[in-house]
């Protein structure tokens, strides 16, 4: 591993990331203690909460997200059957799939594209990337 430190302020206190992304997304159990008066009678209990909390830093220091193409795709697949099974019928169900299909299938197609071709660069970058814990600077690691 070279030598890391920000460009920036030269600190060498840098984190990763992943890391950062990591230890910001945390499930916490938490039980508390409540007591409150109900009429002229005393209650209390116990809540339980299970909750999954993201910080603002680990939003920001987020992996690239893959692009939905199972939602386009369903659609492409049922307009071209719709398409299908309506052939030669007279009506406007042949034109409400015809446009069906031709505004899904080119957000699949260019989805999976996405998927393919700009996700791994953008995912390889965000594995170079790392924040400066003194300055704040994020920058990327150069090899
Ligand atoms: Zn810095």
Redo the contacts with the bound molecule.
Sequence with gaps: MPDLS?P??T?PDVRRFAILHKQGVTNSDSTSYAIGSVGSDLASGTISTSTVSTTKLARETAPPARKDVVTPGFFTILSALGLFSTFGMPGPWRVRWLVILLVSAPIFFWRRRYNRDVVPGLMSKWDRSFL?M??G?SFEQVT
Excluded: L
């Design positions: 920000c920036r302020c600190s400066c003194r300055c600077e």
